[in-house]
C-alpha cells in the first residue's frame, strides 16, 4: 500500500524498566519486543516502517528482521506527541495515512491493525484510535466521550479526575491520522503541566475544539493492547505470548506434558510427536526433529536435532548438531560446535567441546572430548580426558574408527589414534598410536606380601 506510513514509536526512555538498554529491545520469548510488533506492521505491506528512535540507542535493523526500516531519530524523549513531530519534515510532502504504533505492545496483531485503518479509511475522519475496554485500565490514558458518544479527549491516567480513572475504556496506543492535515494539530499540543511531556493523545481535544470528529475501533480482544512498561508487564505479555506459542506447537503435534513449566523461545521449530517433559527450555535458533524426547531439566541452545534423538535429564546443549537415534545424557554437556553422529550415545558427566563423534560411538562417563575428532564405532572409556591446552595453545585429538580406549586414559594432544587401535585402561598417552596396536603405559603391579599385618603390628 503506497498511502500507508506506519510509524513505530519506540524512543522512550522506558524509565519505570530500570534499565540501560532501551525498552523495546527487552527479549521475549528470545526476540526483543519490537520484533513482535514491526511483525504485525509488516503485514499491511507498507512500502517501508519508520521508527523514532533516540540518538544513543542501539537498535540495528539486522535484528529486526529484514524489512525496509527507515529510522527517525528523537533526540530528547519529550513524550509521545513530539515524537511523532519528528517524522513531520520527512512526511508532511505525502499524502495518505500515517499509523503510529507504540512500539511496547507486542501482541498487536495484524488483524486489529487492519480494521483500525479500514475503520479509519471508512469514517473520514482526520484521526482513528484503536480503544479497549479493560478489567483493570491502571496506568493506561482513559477515554473521555461526549453525549454523542464521540471521543471528546482522552486523558493521562496522572492527570485523570477519580470519576475519569473510573472509565475502563483505554486508549490502545495505535492510531490512524491523515497526512498532511494533522501535522499542524499536533504542533498544537502543549506540554502536560503534571509530566512536562508532549502527549500524543492531547491532539484529540485539540480537534474537537477545532471541529474535526475523532473516530475510534475497538481492538479484537483487550489482551493485545497491553502495553509493557515495567519488567513485571514484561514477565505477564511474555506468559500469554508462550501460551500461544506452546499451543500452537502442539497443534501441530508435538507432546508437551506440562505447558506451565516449558519454555520455548518463538524462535524455535519442533516437529511432531516430539515430546518435552517439565522444565525445559529450548532456546534460539533450535530445531528439533520428529519423534525426539527431551527430558526434564535440560537447556538446548541455538541446536539442530534430528529425528528419534534423546535427550535425557539435566542435559545441556549448545550450538551443536545432533544426528539420528543419538543419545545424549543424563547429566551431559555439550558445549559449542559439536558434532554427535547417528546413534552415538553420550552419557553422564561427559563434557564435549568442539568436536565430532562418529556414528554408533559411546562415550558412556566421565569424560571431556575437547577439540577431538573421533570416528564411527569407537568406545570411549569413563574418566578418558583430551588433554588438549598446554597453557598456551589448543590441539586437537583424532580417534579413528573402531578404537578402543580404556578407563581413565590420559590423552596429551595433538595426536592420532589409528583405526582398531587399543588403550589399556589408566593409560597417559602421548604419541600416535598405529592401527590395531595395544598401547600401554602404566606402572608394573608390584603385591608386597603381608605389608598390611606387618605394618599394623609394628605401630603397636
Ligand atoms: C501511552 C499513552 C496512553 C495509552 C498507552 C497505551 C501517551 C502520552 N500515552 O502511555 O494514552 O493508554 O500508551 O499503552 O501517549 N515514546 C517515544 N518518545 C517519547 C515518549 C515515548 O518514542 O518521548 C515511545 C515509547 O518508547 C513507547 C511509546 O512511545 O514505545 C509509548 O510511550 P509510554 O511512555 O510507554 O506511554 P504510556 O505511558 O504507556
Ligand atoms: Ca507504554
Request: proline fraction near 5%; hydrophobic fraction near 35%.
Amino acid at each position: 500500500m503506497d498511502d500507508l506510513y506506519p510509524l513505530i514509536l519506540a524512543a522512550g526512555k522506558g524509565v519505570r524498566m530500570r534499565s540501560d538498554i532501551p525498552k523495546v529491545l527487552h527479549p521475549l520469548l528470545g526476540k526483543p519486543m519490537l520484533c513482535y510488533v514491526i511483525e504485525a506492521v509488516k503485514a499491511l505491506r507498507p512500502s517501508r516502517i519508520y521508527i523514532v528512535v533516540n540518538g544513543q540507542s542501539s537498535l540495528r535493523s539486522e535484528e529486526l528482521g529484514n524489512y525496509p526500516l527507515e529510522f527517525i531519530i528523537q533526540t530528547e524523549p519529550l513524550g509521545t506527541g513530539h515524537a511523532v513531530l519528528q517524522a513531520r519534515p520527512l512526511l508532511q510532502d505525502r499524502e495518505g495515512v500515517l499509523m503510529v504504533i507504540n512500539g511496547d505492545s507486542p501482541l498487536i496483531t495484524t488483524r486489529t491493525l487492519r480494521g483500525l485503518l479500514r475503520s479509519h479509511r471508512q469514517s473520514g475522519a482526520i484521526a482513528t484510535t484503536l480503544t479497549a475496554v479493560l478489567d483493570d485500565p491502571t496506568g493506561y490514558g482513559r477515554i473521555i466521550r461526549g453525549s454523542d458518544n464521540k471521543i471528546e479527549a482522552s486523558v493521562e491516567e496522572k492527570e485523570a479526575t477519580p470519576s475519569q480513572r473510573k472509565n475502563k475504556e483505554v486508549n490502545a496506543g495505535f492510531y490512524c491520522f491523515n497526512i498532511p492535515h494533522i501535522f499542524p494539530y499536533l504542533a498544537k499540543i502543549e506540554k502536560s503541566p503534571h509530566q512536562k511531556e508532549y502527549y500524543l493523545p492531547s491532539v484529540f481535544s485539540i480537534l474537537r475544539k477545532e471541529g474535526e470528529e475523532v473516530n475510534s475501533f475497538p481492538a479484537s480482544s483487550p489482551q493485545e493492547v497491553l502495553g509493557i512498561n515495567n519488567r513485571y508487564q514484561l514477565a505477564q505479555v511474555e506468559r500469554l505470548m508462550r501460551e500461544e506459542f506452546l499451543k500452537s506447537l502442539m497443534m501441530k503435534g508435538v507432546t508437551i506434558i506440562d505447558p506451565s513449566s516449558t519454555y520455548i523461545d518463538s524462535t524455535v521449530k519442533v516437529r511432531k510427536d516430539t515430546i518435552i517433559h517439565p522444565q525445559v527450555v529450548l532456546q534460539g535458533a533450535t530445531r528439533i526433529g520428529s519423534r525426539c524426547q527431551v527430558h526434564s531439566f535440560c537447556r538446548v541452545s541455538d541446536s539442530w536435532l534430528d529425528g528419534d534423538v534423546v535427550i535425557l535429564s539435566n542435559t545441556v546443549i549448545e550450538s551443536s548438531t545432533i544426528k539420528r537415534g543419538a543419545r545424549i545424557g543424563p547429566f551431559a554437556r555439550l558445549r559449542p560446535e559439536c558434532l554427535i553422529g547417528p546413534e552415538a550415545k553420550i552419557g553422564n558427566f561427559v563434557e564435549v567441546k568442539k568436536s565430532v563423534v562418529g556414528r554408533g560411538t559411546k562415550v558412556g562417563h566421565l569424560t571431556y572430548l575437547g577439540d577431538a575428532i573421533i570416528g564411527k564405532k569407537v568406545n570411549i572409556g569413563a574418566g578418558t580426558i583430551t588433554c588438549n591446552y598446554d597453557g598456551k595453545k589448543k590441539w586437537q585429538t583424532i580417534i579413528e574408527d573402531e578404537v578402543f580406549i580404556g578407563s581413565n586414559t590420559e590423552i596429551i594432544a595433538p595426536l592420532t589414534i589409528r583405526k582398531g587401535a587399543y588403550i589399556g585402561a589408566g593409560a597417559t598417552v602421548t604419541k600416535d598410536v598405529p592401527p590395531h596396536s595395544l598401547a600401554i603405559s602404566r606402572d608394573k603391579q608390584v603385591n608386597i606380601k603381608n605389608w598390611v599385618l606387618r605394618n599394623r603390628r609394628g605401630k603397636k
